[in-house]
T-cell receptor, first 115, second 114 residues
Framework: GAVVSQHPSRVICKSGTSVKIECRSLDFQATTMFWYRQFPKQSLMLMATSNEGSKATYEQGVEKDKFLINHASLTLSTLTVTSAHPEDSSFYIC???????????FGSGTRLTVV | DAKTTQPPSMDCAEGRAANLPCNHSTISGNEYVYWYRQIHSQGPQYIIHGLKNNETNEMASLIITEDRKSSTLILPHATLRDTAVYYCIVRVGGGPSSARQLTFGSGTQLTVLP
């Protein structure tokens, strides 16, 4: 079946540093990928839509200069959290929809802790 | 996309059927009903989806009322591993060119009890 691989699964970084999260579609091509954020005991909130070869589309309230998204190929999208602060600590999840399949596939998520 | 309403929590005995309801009274004719679940600290997992006919796969059954204003996800023989948050999402059908995101509500926390 369609698989989306997300790395790292956990990361701890110091405040002020940057962290890159990778999302790969392993057995299908994805022109569009989605990035979600989930705080404890809350639902998933869409952050941005990643488009291969073009700029990402950010949801209202999400700082595009802080959350840099690059979708340079049909199988890879990256999310970089720049100048991380403790309030950026969250669970970040990516997803994509395989062609011909109407069910979105999600990565396993990245637990980011900023100390 | 139409909004959905789900109970915040439900319990189910292990081995029994779990029936999870979802109301989507404002659903449009071209919107599908999707079900996903999220086990703690993991990414969501696709379960099933349907338009107007009942659907069944190896994981679950989806029953959609004739007026399409509500649906029920059925896990026929719940196990402890089915403990998760279950999300009912209504969305225009997918496919390669749709590129439409999923909007998650608060879902139902299903706890399967031994």
């Amino acid at each position: 079946g369609a698989v989306v691989s997300q790395h790292p699964s956990r990361v701890i970084c110091k405040s002020g540093t940057s962290v890159k999260i990778e999302c790969r579609s392993l057995d299908f091509q994805a022109t569009t990928m989605f990035w979600y954020r989930q705080f404890p005991k809350q639902s998933l909130m869409l952050m941005a839509t990643s488009n291969e070869g073009s700029k990402a589309t950010y949801e209202q309230g999400v700082e595009k200069d802080k959350f840099l998204i690059n979708h340079a190929s049909l199988t890879l999208s990256t999310l970089t959290v720049t100048s991380a602060h403790p309030e950026d600590s969250s669970f970040y999840i990516c997803s994509a929809e395989p062609q011909g399949n109407y069910g979105y596939t999600f990565g396993s998520g990245t637990r980011l802790t900023v100390v | 996309d139409a909004k959905t309403t789900q109970p915040p929590s439900m319990d189910c005995a292990e081995g029994r059927a779990a029936n999870l309801p979802c109301n989507h009274s404002t659903i449009s004719g071209n919107e599908y009903v999707y079900w996903y679940r999220q086990i703690h600290s993991q990414g969501p997992q696709y379960i099933i989806h349907g338009l107007k006919n009942n659907e069944t796969n190896e994981m679950a059954s989806l029953i959609i009322t004739e007026d399409r204003k509500s649906s029920t996800l059925i896990l026929p023989h719940a196990t402890l591993r089915d403990t998760a948050v279950y999300y009912c999402i209504v969305r225009v059908g997918g496919g390669p060119s749709s590129a439409r995101q999923l909007t998650f509500g608060s879902g139902t926390q299903l706890t399967v009890l031994p």
